[in-house]
């Protein structure tokens, strides 16, 4: 079970806060050609905690990281799970992805209670913009 999202990534040290708002209004267009929901994660690392949290109490392996994105023209093997996990074509570095990947798993379906997420998220692609247009 892979677990996909898009990242926007930040420098605390240099923000630009009109780049920041183009690049969420070019993930909720990449997405809302993918799908009806979508979920802004303010706290990224909260999120994961929960998730590895869960996923420990399970007794589920966990892995996440970012995609690294190579050049299709090259010939490349991957010999191991974690690289075959963690790799992409670069013809899709637009995605963006961090992944988390739950193995080693005899389940078909996965769930994780993580409880409630409210407090870390904003909700629906109106939403999303009205947090944008809020950041002048």
């Known amino acids: 079970?892979?677990?996909c999202f898009s990242t926007i990534r930040v420098d605390s040290k240099n923000f630009d806060k009109n780049l920041f708002k183009r690049e969420i209004k070019d993930i909720l267009e990449l997405h809302h050609s993918l799908g009806k929901y979508v979920v802004f994660i303010c706290n990224s690392r909260e999120f994961?905690?929960?998730l590895t949290s869960e996923?420990?109490?399970q007794n589920i392996n966990l892995d996440d990281g970012l995609v690294y994105y190579y050049d299709c023209e090259k010939s490349i093997?991957?010999?191991?799970?974690?690289?075959?996990?963690f790799n992409k074509s670069s013809k899709y570095s637009y995605q963006k992805e961090y992944r988390f990947a739950f193995k080693n798993m005899k389940k078909k379906?996965?769930?994780l209670e993580i409880g409630s997420i409210k407090d870390i998220v904003i909700?629906?692609?109106?939403?999303i913009l009205k947090f944008i247009d809020g950041l002048d």
């Open 77 to 85: 093997r991957f010999t191991n799970y974690k690289a075959t996990i």
């Open 55 to 57: 996923a420990k109490k």
């Open 123 to 127: 909700s629906g692609f109106s939403n």
């Open 48 to 50: 994961g905690l929960r």
């Open 1 to 3: 079970h892979i677990l």
């Open 109 to 111: 379906c996965l769930r």
